[in-house]
């Protein structure tokens, strides 16, 4: 039964053109190419990630977050409740009026009570400040890094100045050292952050960016399968570009460099509108779209990939929106972080008159209790 559905998985028709099968992918003649197998090499090097990144967190980020004086905010702990604790954890974190009616009648608490409780017990849930440095560090590290290696790996490549060079050869197209690293640097990124997403800050597009890993890692395992390694550098070359801007005016923010936030964020807009909605769609997807069927008849993976480039497309038209909401706010309002992300709720005075009332009947009855009343 396994042996048939691997024959079917790994069938030639699927994959590759009609006139080319897997055996002619076969090292020989001092040509090598990419193997599916190579694939499992993914999994030592998203754990080599993860290891390379908690070294830099704790002993590059912090400290740096230390120099820069950034801070976590002191938070207020919501007092132990069992039956708000279920009640947060399972049905609702932001109640309505109608639940905080019901949960007062069952508690025997004022709503206004409820309503603090369940404002601090929101903010605990929220990463602090120094965690969100220390992530949007390591990230800009890594996209500059990542940057770097794709220069390397394309400046003096033919298919980077001509994009019918892409499928010269195609699919017959010997495997080079630095394509090999550029990949495997970029899967074990991008596994590595499948691998953190319960413990990284939680965003408004948590799904999305969810979509966004499972995509990319599918486009790169697929197209290291099939050979397609010389569009897939172009594109992880072109997301790799706007991406240190973005995780370098988060860094300025967190560090309350203003100015300087909004100016590599204006830059950044920039970039990923030329990146993302320009070169991405109009020249890179044109090239998968349009120049393979100068050379053979579509089949599946033809169509496989670039419904997944289709999809990435609709994830950046997506953040597009949202970036440009945010320049907009910044041009014209005022921008205070990242509006993906949750801002902490504040604490104001009558959550302070509500505390020290609460501390002053409580220590009223230990005295009451003291005394014999």
Known sequence: ???????????????????????????????????PSDLYATLPCALAV???????????????????????????????NPLLETYFLSQARAPSQTDFRALSKKTSWSERRLQVWFRRRRNQERSGLRKRFREASWRCMFYLCASIGGVIALYDKPWLYNLREVWAGFPKQSLLPSQYWYYFLEMGFYLSLVFSLTFDVKRKDFKEQVIHHVATLTLLAFSWSSNYIRIGTLIMATHDSADVLLEGAKMCNYAKWKRTANAVFVVFNLIFILSRLIILPFWLIHCTWVYPLELFPPFFGYYF????????????????????????KLIFIKLDGDDRSDPEEEEDSDVTELDQEHKHRNGSGARDRASGH
Do not use: C
Request: negative net charge; without cysteine; hydrophobic residues 50%.
């Open 1 to 35: 039964m396994l042996d048939t559905v691997s024959e079917w998985l790994w069938w030639d028709r699927l994959w590759l053109p009609g006139n080319v099968s897997w055996a002619d992918l076969e090292d020989r003649d001092g040509r090598v190419y990419a193997k």
């Open 50 to 80: 993860l290891v390379i990144r908690y070294l830099f967190e704790r002993h590059i980020a912090t400290p740096m977050a230390d120099i820069l004086g950034i801070r976590d905010r002191l938070r207020l702990t919501a007092e132990y």
């Open 305 to 328: 990939f670039n419904t997944m480039l289709l999809l990435l497309q609709t994830l950046h038209l997506y953040w597009a929106v949202l970036i440009l909401y945010m320049l907009y």
